[in-house]
Structures are given as C-alpha cells and as structure tokens.
C-alpha cells in the first residue's frame, strides 16, 4: 500500500471507460451470466416498449459468424432530435439525443417513477455498449432511417442517416429499432458463453408477463422459435391443467414497476409457485417469493380470527409465480437457484402486501376459505405422528446422536441454508465429517441398509433404531404443534457409488416417502451424483464418469487412475470437491409424482417388489414372470406394457 496520497491517485474514467473497469457492479459476474445480462438488457428494452403499447413483436437472432447478436423491435425507434442537456458544471452542450440514448449513463425516458420499466435507471443498454467491441444501433424515426456505431465503447460514427443493415434469416425490417453487438471477450472470464436456455426461459416467461407480444429467437443455425403473449391469467390456467387441479375462487394477479405475481387458490399437492428474477428461473426460491409469502401471511391475519395455521399451511395447493426485475442480482450460486439479494425484499413486499388487502376486501369469502383450509392442513400430520410408540423411539434417539450426527456448529445458519448429508457407513461418515463446511452443513452416518419401510408392518419399523435415528438426524418430530418441520433446507443421500449405494438410496426415498412426504412437494430432498473415477496429477484433482474422461481433461494417458468404490477410500480434500462445494459438485433434486398414477409406480419402485424394479431394467426371466404374473398385473406400471428394453432411463424419471 502507498505510504502516500496525492492527485494522481485520483483517476476518472469517462464515457463507458467506468462501465468497462468496474463491470461487475452493473451486469454481475463477469461469466457467462453476465454475458446473457448483456444481452438480456436490450431484450428487456423490447419488452418495456410492449408494455407501453408501443410495439408488438421482438426478435433475437445469434449471428451465423457466432460472435455477435441481433436485437430487433417494431417500436417507434429512439429520438434523433438534438436539444441542450445539462454536464456537470451546469453548463449547456448540444447533444443528439439517439447519442445520449445509447452512449451516456444515466440517461434515459424512464426516470419517470409513473413508468413500468424494466430500467429505471438509464444504465441498461449503455453495459452492453460498454462490453462490447462492436455495437451498433439502427432506428426508423421521421420516416428515415438512422445510424450510431461504437467500437470499445467509443462513438466510431456519429449519428447519420444510413441504410439497415440485412439480418441473417430476418431480412430488412420495415420499421422500429435493430441492435447489433458483439461481446469483448477479454472482458470476461475465459470460457464463458451465452447458455442459450437462459434465453429461452427469458422468453418463455416474457410471453406470459407481456400479453400480446410475439417473441422470436433464431440459433446459430437459423432455426427459429416464437414464443406467442398470452398473460398472466392464462399462465395459471395452463399450470393448473398440466398439475390437473382445480381453482378456489378468483386468481390474485398483480403487475408492478419491480414485480410480477400471479396466484391460483388451487387443489394441487404442495406449494407450486415458480419463482423468476428478470425472466430466470430460480429453483430454490429466494427473497421475493419470501416477501410475497409474507405478503400473504400478514395480509389474511384480519381473516385468521382463532385459526390456528402456519405461512407453510397457507402455501399448499397454490399455483402461480413472483418475478422481480432487478439490476445486477445477487444469486447464492452461479446456476442462479436462489435469489438471495436483500433488495428483492423491499421492492417486492410493501406493493404485493397492499395489492392483497385490495384483493381480499373484494373477496372476503375467499379469504375466509384460504384460512380455514390452511388451519385443516395443520390438524394433518405426519404418517409416524399417529404411532406414539414411533414418537417415544425417535425422541430416545434424539439424545444419543453424537456419535453419529455432526451437527452445524452456526446457530445463526438459517434453516433453508442448512444442508444434512446422509452417509452410508462410518468410515464415509468420519471422512465427510472432515470435508464438509460446519458452518452450514450436517452429516449423519447410518450403518447398513435402511429398513424398507414401505413393506414393513409398524411394529417392525417400532423395532429398528435406524429408522428412527434418521427421523431425529433431521429433527422430524421432536415438536409436536410442527411435526413437519425439520431444520434443514436440503436433505441430501451420500450414499456410496455403486449399486449397493443405489439401493441404500432407494431405501431412503422410501422411508422419506412415507413419513415426510412434504419434503418432496418443498424440493428438499437430493442425491448426490457422483463421478466414479478420480485421478491426482501433479497437484491437480480429476473426476470423470470414467477412464477416458480423466485422461482426456489431464491430457495424458500416462496418469494413474483411481476407482471410486466407496466414500471411505477417499481422503476429505478429494471427497470436498465432489460432494461439498456447492460450485463444483452435482445435486439430483427429487420430485413428487404428478399423476396418482405415478405415485403408484413410485411406491412400487421402492417398495419390496423386486420383479416390478427387475422388469424396468429389463432382467425379469420367465420364472420371476410367472411368480409374479398375478400380482404384477395390479400394478399400473404393466397397463402400460413397460418394456424390458426402457431400462434405466424409465427407472431414473422414476426417480
């Protein structure tokens, strides 16, 4: 550090030099998300200007050369007028207006706190100008066409009248705005590229939340896809269909500045509400589906008279989705799953909760229906809450876990950020006690093969300690009023990778199955999927799924190659990496069966029906076939003839 400080330690960037030095403040990470930021902020402009019903169609293309995009609207193109603005020092300077549109910060139409904009902010198209190499804008305005072109962020050709350009696969717009740009790569980090299927979530999404736009988007090979407007009504239409349930009453729909929601007071099995920030899905949630559920809680506590329910109650059977428009989100991992950005909260809490209170003034028997139905959801409990001598047994094992529980060691961890891991064996146990990261991460070593529980009589379940030290490792049942709460956002099986493991996961789905089914409606239940080779090469760790893999990311076939056969092989610096870093390792999420049928097919997956797992994986033998013709044939899964040869992949969606 300079033991001195003068004048040249002060340094000012101008134009979009700033945008370009300190980049992460405006899009992010500078990866591949923030590559799809970049692009998601000109697509955004084509939606604000729908919005204001100033255009109808929008289209996205990736170029053929692979290294620059097309943006294009039929809106009512920018300004070209020049007027005075205002610089620092208060004095006057004459300025295009298309120039200050697409080349000043903090400048802009949508200051105007009336607006419903995506940018508030006059920042948005201008990081994509400041990231790029090229970018150039074309406008139809005064029924000509006009130019601006930047190369590094730095006007290239001033404002003129200039012909557009031929879009690959598009042609030659009659009118609006077309926007051409290609990302410096050097200002991102090596590797990156756009995913494409952020792009079409942002689509698909944008159709419901921008009625009566058509939105287009061209590939690299020029196939196109186009994602018709529909709106927000018709979004809960379809997704009670696909979840086959029926409404209570009318929908809660509200559309804002900063966010979007749409509810469904429906039937359907557990809380269905599907989270998005700008458009992408957020798998885990996050702060603006936690503010609107809060929303929600507070808004109906003039309704709740002596009910008793809790926030958990009132989300089962909800259909719909929240989604926030923010600048530069804050994600807890880079596959973007929660949304853990604090000013998600504030924009989305105090508009929806008032939204509510206007909702339910115009439908108070609704009100009093979604209260009363929340307060019959919290009568029910848990299969094990109804045998007391289960209740006994797990409470027993509560206070003998140390041996084999490692607790987290951070009292202030919240819960939905708390992790369990289930580890076969006490050798793997001793090894991920040792890996994992205490502050917000459990593990809970079983020894042996759970009992399967899903053909076992109660008294036999009463019987096996395991079963009960795994419902007190999670903390199922040790209150009563919240039997179905336990104190962990992810309950995760580490079982070993081999078929042994497969089982002992199967065996668990099924204990989970049966005694916390809501853990599968809340997304809390994972396996992890793990490599099954390993290789150390000069001070490096490779995992693959297999030899070729290795040798292939070491670049050598001089390389020795070790075999995963079970977790206590592995030292905790090798197994940390693959089970326990959240940027490095791979989660299986498993979700419920939709269709009563699936649940049957499930059930009868893990549950002792041997022949029904051996015929999906195509090994059933005419013995086993006739043994088991008569009952086989009750189950739903041979109504419809499943074949020997829809073998893994038939049992993996199963799954």
Known sequence: MSKTYSGKDIQRYAGLAGVRKRSSVYIGPNDSSGLWTILREVGDNVLDITTKGW??????????????????????????????FEDEQGRSEKLNTFYVATGLTHAGSNFNSDLISRGVNGVGIKCTNAMSKVFSVWTFRDSSWYAIHYRDAKVHKQVSKEKPPKIPGVGIPKKGTIVYFEPDMSLFLKGSKLEVQDLV????????????????????????KTFVGKGLEEYLAERSEELKASSTGKPFIYRGDFVDVAISFASAEGNNIRSYT????????????????????????????KLEYTPKDLQDGLIGLVNV?????????????????????DLCFDPVFKAFEEFWKKNKTLATEISKRA?????????????????????????????KFADVNNSKTP????????????????????????????????????????????????????????????????????????????VIFLADPDVDGYHINCLLLGLFWKFTPHLFDEGKIY???????????????????????????????????????????????????????????????????????????????????GNYRKELLGIVNDEDEAKSKTSASKTPANKNKVAKKKSSRTTKKAA
């Open 55 to 84: 255009n109808k169609k929008g289209h996205i293309v990736i170029d053929p050369n692979k290294k620059g995009y097309w943006v294009i609207d039929e809106g009512p193109g920018f300004p070209v007028e020049v007027k005075k």
């Open 201 to 224: 979530q942002w689509a698909t999404i944008s159709s419901y939340l921008v009625p009566k736009i058509e939105l287009k988007f061209t590939n690299v090979k020029g196939k196109t």
């Open 278 to 305: 700008n458009g992408l899905f957020n798998s885990s949630n996050g702060e603006h589906f936690d503010a609107v559920m809060e929303a929600l809680v507070k808004s109906l506590k003039p309704f709740k008279g």
């Open 325 to 345: 428009k923010l600048a530069a989100p804050l994600f807890d991992t880079q596959t973007k799953q929660k949304l853990i950005d604090k000013r998600a909260h």
């Open 375 to 403: 307060s019959l959801l919290r009568k029910r409990t848990a299969d094990f809450m109804a045998d007391k001598k289960l209740i006994k047994n797990v409470k027993n094992a509560s206070k003998g876990m140390s041996d």
């Open 415 to 490: 819960v939905d950020q708390r992790e369990l891991y289930i580890v076969e064996g006490d050798s793997a146990g001793g090894t991920a006690k040792k890996a994992r990261d205490k502050s917000y991460q459990a593990t809970f070593a079983i020894r042996g093969k759970p009992l399967n529980v899903l053909d076992a009589t109660m008294d036999k379940i009463n019987n096996n300690k395991e079963v009960s030290g795994i419902l007190a490792g999670i903390g199922v049942g040790s209150d009563s009023k919240n039997a179905g709460n336990i104190r962990f956002g992810k």
């Open 527 to 609: 396996m992890l999927k793990s490599p099954e080779y390993l290789a150390e090469y000069k001070g490096k760790i490779y995992y693959g799924m297999n030899v070729e893999e290795i040798q292939k990311q070491v670049g050598s076939s001089k390389v020795d190659i070790q075999h995963i056969k079970g977790w206590g092989e592995l030292t905790p610096d090798q197994m940390a990496p693959i089970a326990f870093d959240k940027g490095a390792r791979q989660l299986i999420k498993i979700l419920p069966p939709k269709t009563a049928d699936g649940k049957l097919r499930f059930e009868a997956l893990l549950s002792g029906k």
